[in-house]
């Protein structure tokens, strides 16, 4: 099993900036791909950044040029700089990874249990 702690919400104005955190824990074998989702209010969980273990990154059209992904694989632990937050940022922040429990076995998800983010003045 993998556990996801996320941290770093809060609530922050516009044009403020957070950073979040996530650290995977348990046994496994790799983690291959770390990253954030999000559901704000009213609307579908999306896609915001993620990251593979050779550093490739991926972001939401929303989110490019303000949030940015990294990871620490000695830590098994992703971050999510986001600056020039908006209103519309505000939402629950979910970490992923995708997880190798054994060389030979399929990849698995795991979900965080999200961190509320809310971008208010």
């Known amino acids: 099993q993998v556990q996801l702690v996320e941290s770093g919400g809060g609530l922050v104005q516009p044009g403020g900036s957070l950073r979040l955190s996530c650290a995977a824990s348990g046994s496994f074998f790799s983690i291959q791909v770390m990253g954030w989702h999000r559901q704000a209010p009213g609307k579908q969980r999306e896609l915001v950044a993620t990251i593979q273990t050779n550093s490739v990154t991926d972001y939401a059209d929303s989110v490019k040029g303000r949030f940015t992904v990294s990871r620490d694989n000695a830590k098994n632990t992703v971050y999510l700089q986001m600056n020039s937050l908006s209103t519309e940022d505000t939402a629950v922040y979910y970490c992923?990874?995708?997880?190798?429990?054994?060389?030979?076995?399929?990849?698995?998800?795991?979900w965080g249990q999200g961190t509320q983010v809310t971008v208010s003045s």
């Open positions: 992923i990874a995708v997880v190798r429990s054994t060389p030979w076995k399929s990849p698995n998800t795991y």
